[in-house]
């Protein structure tokens, strides 16, 4: 592996690491905060994919597409928490696992439903639509670049909302404790709710963002779950920072795992299992650090 | 001591009844009945995690699926496996599947116990989804029935449907049988304990990992069982049937039918499996298709079902004969 291929693969791994952080970040967010176990995160950024590729098609713009599906996934997030999820909170975990299953499949069916079960593509913004040249063969498109640039902006915001802000302190008061926070005078139950409906805001634009490059297609938000899953338990539950460094680990770890040949007394490890290898990864650290990178001891 | 009669009597009229569908029943609704109880011991299996030691795994369908692709190896190209040799093989497998994952699993608790379960099956998945060991994504078939021969002589085929349905029934009511004594014995007082309050047994001296381990590796194992005979079955395995939906789909039969009661879990796996089964038989109306989607209405139960439910179908029938008992009293709880 020259320099150059090198270079292209560690873009390309920390590209899907920040989306996965976007995903991730949500998660254990309502994990770390709410208390609350969402299966169905990973449907909300399929949700984002797809409204980026019918809303873009509707208004011939990705951009006017993505300002629309961030309203109606932050819609579809208040009235989810307001309807199902609120009633969650004093239950067991088992209830929410549950409830959060019948929600994939009732999403996974209306998709099916409205846009059948065709793999579908968007089409890059036209002036992102050019590539860096590296060498007289190889290049790297200038919309990866942009993806993992709002990514990284997002991220910065999320840092200062959550530290910075008053609104941040009300957050993380609640994540601590519930019912001081409500003596306080404090809206819990409005703060929560906003809570839910950020987080699936950010995965369906993380959706949205990754429509032009990973194709829209059924079950794409399931794939996504389980390596959120990861990244979470990797970085410890409830923290963002942790998100962010296990993100960009698995998304390196994924991709050369994809690009690497690695052969054992004769049988192709890599790339044929690189599927793994995130697992691996994450029984390794449970092995040294159950809790997490980033977590609290229970 | 009336009412754990009346349980029995109950339990003893559905085991009679179950025994003499075949003498009625048409070949469908036999095959349908011998599903139906493959999937009652697998939720059983789930049960013992779940309902008694309080350990929520979403990702039991690993143990269930690697003991069908077992079979399938132990069953080479239009061959049939020994049933003497590849069940209790099968089930060594799962049960083995379950110590390692266990050991890693049992280190974490609470919410991240069900992330890292379904993680961990996520990469059985992979290993038989992508690589080629095993027909890859496209699965394998099991072309003949695991053959019981004992020095040539055959008690029993599996070939007839008759007879798996008998071996499966007698397998349902042995394994119910035998996790009741294990539950009533010490061990099962302590793995219950273990759910209601760790640090306590930790603290009486028990070895709770330990104990927790177990669970997992029988529940592993006999989740493997349910596979085999699943597999038997069905003549074919794919990833899927080791696949997350799988894992979501056993849990949903435990809570519904009402988790940590054994019975609960046997009656939630018939009425998933009537509920799936009535939905897709649903007609088309208005020109919709609604038997197509039935996902969509499966999802609306299971939403419905954990808000409206929160017992289980068992715990229906305590409200009903409490709320005759003690009108007053149930008004006020």
Redesign the interface.
Known sequence: MDANTFLIQVLNGIQYGLLLFLVASGLTLI?GIM?I?N?AHGTFYMVGAYLAFSLSQHFGSLWLAMAGGVVIAVAIGLVLEWL?IS?LYY?????Q???T??????????R??VFGDDVHGVAVPEFLRVSIPLTETLSYPVYRLWMSAVCLVLAVGMYLLIQKTRLGMMIRAGASNREMVQSLGININLLYRLVFALGVALAAFAGMIAAPVASVFPGMG?QVL?VC??V??IGG?GSVKGAMLAAILIGLVDTFGKVLTLDIGGFEVLP?????MI??L??VV??AR???LFGKR? | MRGLRAGTVVLLACLLALALLPLVAEKYYIQLFTKMMIMAIFAMSLDLLVGFTGLVSLGHAAFFGLAGYVLAFAAPQYQAADLWLSLPLAMVCSGLLALIIGALVLRTSGIYFIMVTLAFAQMVFFLFHDTKIAGGADGIYVYAKPVAAIAGWEPFTLENHTHFYFVVLVLLALVYACLRLLLNSLFGRVIVGIRVNEPRMKSLGYRTFRYKLVCFVLAGALAGMAGYFAAAQFGFVSPETLGWHQSGSVLMMVILGGMGTLTGAVLGAFAMMLVELGLQGLPVIGGVEIAKHWQLLMGAFIVCAVLLLPQGLLGLGKLASRLRSKPAEARDG
């Open positions: 994990l208390g176990i299966l199902l009633r239950r067991d975990h088992l209830y696992v549950l409830l299953y019948g929600l994939i499949l009732i999403f996974e069916e209306l099916s439903v399931n389980i899953f990861v979470v338990v539950i044929q299992m690189s599927g793994m697992y691996v994450m029984a449970l092995l159950p809790e997490g229970a």
